[in-house]
């Protein structure tokens, strides 16, 4: 069902790679509430995954970039402006990648080279697309930015590793450049800490299911999926948010605000019925 | 413009006095979103305010009730299940007022019998509301409970005085009932920590043309209005926000996150030009 | 081993019940730290619990008083600085009840007159000590008030039920009033949220042995112990922290700092194995 | 006035540059409470600052290294536990600088190799000290490691520029580390949000003069100054905080907590004086 909330607006998708991906559907959402859309991920998620699908599709074009690149980014937002036909309304940014986690350095012995990297993907990244696009001028007044967080920028999960800090920064950026691009031209910028979902990047995740299984039980209304994420993003992409900015916004079926559910803690006791009922280790 | 976000939707208003109320902004709002809806305010404030006019104007009933009364309560979802012809989908609480203030008295000199007060009507009725909804089992599955918050919830303002605690307390029971009620039916509970705002209760507040002012340079967005509230107010009551709940989410320009803003401290700066630059008092 | 961190300090502490109580363990600490106190509860729990063995220890009287009772407080106060021979340097109020709880009622079906004693008893009592303290100008200049509080005060634990809600309004007491005392008396205002302790208030509570295993092996230092509560308390009555106010200070191991541990995981991960690995119910 | 907090313990602080520094005072107040203690700074810091006349001072030996410097960082890790005769019991962090505000880059211009050297001596220094330090195994069981951070990393304040995101990590560092620390060793990380402080530092940011009026204004206690916060600092490094960590710790006079003070109002309106009174801009 659409109510054409993104009617006339145009918009650019940061990191779609296939079907699992909320940026994926972020863009088929944003295109069904009336928006024109490019899509955008380095050339090598380009040939990689499926996003030549999606633009078919979304009758969107894609523009292969790397995000860390400045140059890029201008490319991405000159051609978007140009393929779209004026400035842009609204952006995702679903980047973040950690080199320290795939090449299975722990917290305490990160490699600091990849540390760098981890950081420039997942939180500098947001920081260039923004400035780039304020010195085009390439976002209309009002409109609105928004990146994919997690709630590890807040609260520690084990294993989530470099990512936290990285998540963090982001979220700090979103503060940053919110108050500057806010009072200059009445741009908007949030992240959402959205449940943790299992999308290409997650699923390699070791132990992912049971964190998976933990939030769920956690979690009253359960985990968001990727579909509601997108939801919510259009929510905020629309007109009827726009005096919300430098904002967390928790998108995680209440997961933030729990501290222990009885459905998780009546998994957890079972754990015990081995045991003899142990008390601690 | 309307997008029929609400289209079909059953909601219950509770607090719109007049025309600068945020109630009586989200009641019409709803309304032109395709819901459709009852009003509800205390037996005296309907005699005196202007709500039958908004009533008349969106062919909605008014059940008067006074919201920290059971019984009330319980006549006010029964009337209104009957006349909306089903279970309610959204219900919106801008309740409060403080006798404390009224009779001004200072936060350290506080009648305790007033508190009582203050917390019956402005936290404890948001409470009885939803267990008198969820006893009847009056809240759709899904369903959406907004109330309205203030930042002094979070961070001491001068003056606004026990209306802070109330306020806190507020935002606990959004959390509290938020986590029962949605593991049971998946009704969602927020608050909305608003902007001030220049309502009839808010014009009463001695020196809330300075706060506004403070207030509105130091949010790069500005103060949000009433009606920009409604709006927000909107995408929380619809299927788009299904899995948002237990959150207090800020909707004010960016007030919340901002320490100083350039524009803020330009005006404070001013304030030193007669005396010579004095540092400190 | 003693710092003499309180020489020459006079301190009132409430709610001491018996060995296992935070507020018994502060007492003790705070004496040999070199400060003369006296010892509050009610009539009730002075004759059941086991005060008067602390008092004769400590060489501390006890002043018998319902911290509900405006009169009560003003005698603690007027009592206490004659007995200690001038005003106050530091306040402890460990005090909290639900009646709710006691009887069972759970969240979604509270009753109101108990709510109104959970919160009377758990957070107004905190108002009135103050309140009483700041008009009979009994606390020192830069004198330091602590209260206990509980991570539930930010999230909700299946449970705790109205504690919470109290607990939200208890930290926000400290801060209303930590405004208002600091800016006129320099008067430090702050709470203190403690691990899960093993009290008689605590070892009622229904799982309380689970949730403290639980909270354990999140938490990386373990859940912190009353007597461990004692020393952190201490260096917020001396005068190493005069501009701490208005702070809810978590003293918990790091569990509010958590989203999860390898440890937590791996005793939840056992849960599963005698169910095939199941991923949500 | 000593207590004797640190008798015994071998401590390292980086940061001191003169006796204005925030560090330069935890180092002497630390060796009043009878720790034992080294100072490092960068060679350039070394050269130019005081530093010297505080060793000969407090009998402390000088390390000259760069915090980004893993090796340096070894070097001074490795020579500490020579100096002082073993595992070292607690460390201070106090380093941070932004090339992009010395260059005068606005946030909306920022040249990102500058951002990477301000996030490299800012935030990641702090991993790299602590990640150097559990390796070698040179922090006692139990021991207590901080960092000092500013309210930045949470609100934003205009001109403090890249550095607030890097506040932002650092924080985020301190709960990452405290996690894994705190579990294999019982190490604490924390962070203490000090008042801005007219530090070498501070002194030379524009406007900071009206921003520490502005905050000792909106403070109930006033700005914390650096001899307090060294007091603070103390207590972290102690026994009696064993179970602290993962924390952001507010120095600030209550400034967080403050939404709006009486004092800073009263100085705003009279900016309006010239004006009649004006409403917004």
Known sequence: ????????????????LNDMSIAWKVAERAVEEGAIITLTNTPIAVRMGDVSELSQKLNAEVIPADATSVEDLEEVFAKSMEILGGKIDFVLH????????????TYDDLDYDLLNKTLDISAISFHKMIQVAKKMDAISEGGSIVALSYVAAQRTLYGYNDMADAKSMLESIARSFGYIY?????????????SPTMTTAGSGVKGMDKLLDFSERMSPLGNASADECAGYCITLFSDLTKKVTMQNLFHDGGFSSMGMSLRAMSQYEKSFDDEGNEILG
Chains 1, 2, 3, 4 share one sequence.
Request: charged letters at 30%; zero cysteines; hydrophobic letters at 30%.
């Open 1 to 16: 069902m659409s109510y054409n909330l993104l009617k006339g607006k145009r918009g650019i998708i940061f990191g779609a």
């Open 94 to 105: 679903s980047i973040g990648m950690s080199p320290n986690v795939r090449k299975k350095r």
């Open 182 to 194: 806010g009072r200059e031209k009445r741009v908007r910028v949030n992240t959402i800490s959205q």
